[in-house]
């Protein structure tokens, strides 16, 4: 799987690719959409659509996953998922706490776990 995410004022957009195959990448499955804008004031961020991209594509596979499971009890192969931006992985991650300044709860970082 491979995902995008883009914001152009005052546009935002996520995509996700799917190979069902590792032998013969190609696009099996594919899709995206716009994300609504903002909080009011705040500036547009490219980890909110990144995240959105991934969030879609992961549910999309758990949902192919689950109608199709493996009927052998052969390990399941690994699911390799290309991000173009390391750093959603970390902000969806970030420890969110009582004790998290306001500000850092109004920033886009925090967007984007209101996103997922």
Do not use: C
């Amino acid at each position: 799987m491979g995902t995008d995410g883009s914001v152009r004022d005052p546009i935002a957009t996520y995509s996700f690719v799917i190979s069902l195959s590792q032998e013969a990448v190609s696009v099996s499955v594919k899709g995206g959409g716009f994300l609504p804008p903002t909080a009011q004031y705040l500036d547009p961020y490219s980890n909110r659509t990144e995240a959105a991209a991934l969030l879609a594509g992961i549910s999309w596979i758990k949902t192919l996953l689950h109608e199709n499971p493996n009927p052998s009890n052969t390990p399941t192969p690994a699911l390799p998922i290309a991000i173009d931006n390391k750093s959603v992985v970390l902000d969806v991650h970030r420890a969110i706490s009582p004790l998290t300044p306001t500000f850092d709860l109004l920033s886009p970082d925090y967007d984007i776990i209101q996103a997922i």
